[in-house]
T-cell receptor, first 114, second 112 residues
Framework: EAQVTQNPRYLITVTGKKLTVTCSQN?????MSWYRQDPGLGLRQIYY???????DKGDVPEGYKVSRKEKRNFPLILESPSPNQTSLYFC?????????????FGPGTRLTVT | KNQVEQSPQSLIILEGKNCTLQ??????????LRWYKQDTGRGPVSLTI?????NTKSNGRYTATLDADTKQSSLHITASQLSDSASYIC???????????FGKGTTLSVSS
C-alpha cells in the first residue's frame, strides 16, 4: 500500500531533550516536506527536500533540522525542543516534474513539550 | 507577501444541502491551486489540483473553480453528507509544488 508513515504518532517530552520524528514513504517520491499545524494558524511549512541531499527552509525552520540521506526517509530533528514547538506535525511526499502531482500526507505526530 | 485567504472561517449546513467555500490568493508566480479535505486529527487528503490553464475540476460531489485573473477559487459541495464534516484547506503553489502557501481552512459541519 502506498503510504507515508510517521513515528512516533504521539510524544510528550521535556524542554531541551533532543528528539527525532521519522518520516518514510514507499512511493519513490523525490519531494518530501514537513509541516506543523497550530490552531488558528493552519499548516505551515518547516523544511522541504527535492531529492537526496537537497533540503531547503520553509516558512518556519527555526529550531528544526532535517536530513535526506535516503530517498524514502526525511527525519525531523529538534535539537533542543521548547514549549512553543508543541504542535501537530505532518510529513508529506510527492513526485516532481509535473505541476498537477498531489502531495500525500502522513497521519501526523502530536508533540507536547513541557 | 504571498497569502491565501479563505472564507467563511466556519460553516454549518444541513445534510443534503449544497455549499460553496471561497479562496482568494495573492501568490506570485502562480503554479497551481489545490483543495484538501482534512478530518480532525488526520492528514490532509487532496480533492483537486488546478493549474493556470484550468478553470474547473470535479471530484465526485466536489467541484473546484479557478479564476486566475481575479486570483479566486471556490469549492462547491453538492448534496452534502455527514462525512463531509471536515476542514477544507486551499493551498497555492508558487513553484511547481515546492513552496506551498496554505490557507487557514474552512471548518464545515454537516448536521442531520
Amino acid at each position: 500500500e502506498a503510504q507515508v508513515t510517521q513515528n512516533p504518532r504521539y510524544l510528550i517530552t521535556v524542554t531541551g531533550k533532543k528528539l527525532t520524528v521519522t518520516c518514510s514513504q514507499n512511493m519513490n517520491h523525490e519531494y518530501m516536506s514537513w509541516y506543523r499545524q497550530d490552531p488558528g494558524l493552519g499548516l505551515r511549512q518547516i523544511y522541504y527536500s527535492m531529492n537526496v541531499e537537497v533540503t531547503d527552509k520553509g516558512d518556519v525552520p527555526e529550531g528544526y533540522k532535517v536530513s535526506r540521506k535516503e530517498k524514502r526517509n526525511f527525519p525531523l530533528i529538534l535539537e533542543s525542543p521548547s514549549p512553543n514547538q508543541t504542535s501537530l506535525y505532518f510529513c508529506a511526499s510527492s513526485p516532481l516534474g509535473r505541476e498537477e502531482y498531489e502531495q500525500y500526507f502522513g497521519p501526523g505526530t502530536r508533540l507536547t513539550v513541557t | 507577501k504571498n497569502q491565501v485567504e479563505q472564507s467563511p472561517q466556519s460553516l454549518i449546513i444541513l445534510e443534503g444541502k449544497n455549499c460553496t467555500l471561497q479562496c482568494n490568493y495573492t501568490v506570485s508566480p502562480f503554479s497551481n491551486l489545490r483543495w484538501y479535505k482534512q478530518d480532525t486529527g488526520r492528514g490532509p487528503v487532496s480533492l483537486t489540483i488546478m493549474t493556470f490553464s484550468e478553470n474547473t475540476k470535479s471530484n465526485g460531489r466536489y467541484t473546484a473553480t479557478l479564476d486566475a485573473d481575479t486570483k479566486q477559487s471556490s469549492l462547491h459541495i453538492t448534496a452534502s453528507q455527514l462525512s463531509d464534516s471536515a476542514s477544507y484547506i486551499c493551498v497555492v503553489s508558487s513553484q511547481a509544488g515546492t513552496a506551498l502557501i496554505f490557507g487557514k481552512g474552512t471548518t464545515l459541519s454537516v448536521s442531520s
